[in-house]
C-alpha cells in the first residue's frame, strides 16, 4: 500500500511554470508506476502524463505534449510534473497516481491523492 500527497500547486499567469510534486510512503514506491490526472470544474477527470517504475518510459496526453515533464525520484519516493508555457486550459486540481504496471487509464489506478489546484489566469 502507498499514501500520496501532492503539492506545489497554485494561481500562475498564462504562460508560466509550476513544478507539482507527489511525495509516496512505503517501500514499495519505487515498484509503482505513477501517473498524474487533472479535472476541471464540470469535467471528468483526464489522464495528463506516466511514467514506468525506473523513469525510462513516459506517456502524455497530446494537449501537453512538449509542454509538460514528468519525472520521478526514487530514491525521494517522489514524481514530479514540470508543467511550463501554462494555459487557462490547464487549469484543474492535479491528482496524482499509483499502480503496478503503467497505464493512461484512470480507472486501473488503485492508489490517489487528495489533489492540488492548478489556477492559470488569462
Known amino acids: 500500500q502507498v499514501q500520496l500527497v501532492e503539492s506545489g500547486g497554485g494561481l500562475v499567469q498564462a504562460g508560466g511554470s509550476l513544478r507539482l510534486s507527489c511525495a509516496g510512503s512505503g517501500r514499495t514506491f519505487r515498484s509503482y508506476a505513477m501517473a498524474w490526472f487533472r479535472q476541471a470544474p464540470g469535467k471528468e477527470r483526464e489522464f495528463v502524463a506516466a511514467i514506468n517504475w525506473s523513469g525510462d518510459s513516459t506517456y502524455y496526453a497530446e494537449s501537453v505534449k512538449g509542454r509538460f515533464t514528468i519525472s520521478r525520484d526514487n530514491a525521494k519516493n517522489t514524481v514530479y510534473l514540470q508543467m511550463n508555457s501554462l494555459k487557462p486550459e490547464d487549469t484543474a486540481v492535479y491528482y496524482c497516481?499509483?499502480?503496478?504496471?503503467?497505464?493512461?487509464?484512470?480507472?486501473?489506478?488503485?492508489?490517489w491523492g487528495q489533489g492540488t489546484q492548478v489556477t492559470v489566469s488569462s
Open positions: 497516481a499509483a499502480r503496478f504496471g503503467l497505464t493512461t487509464l484512470s480507472n486501473e489506478y488503485r492508489y
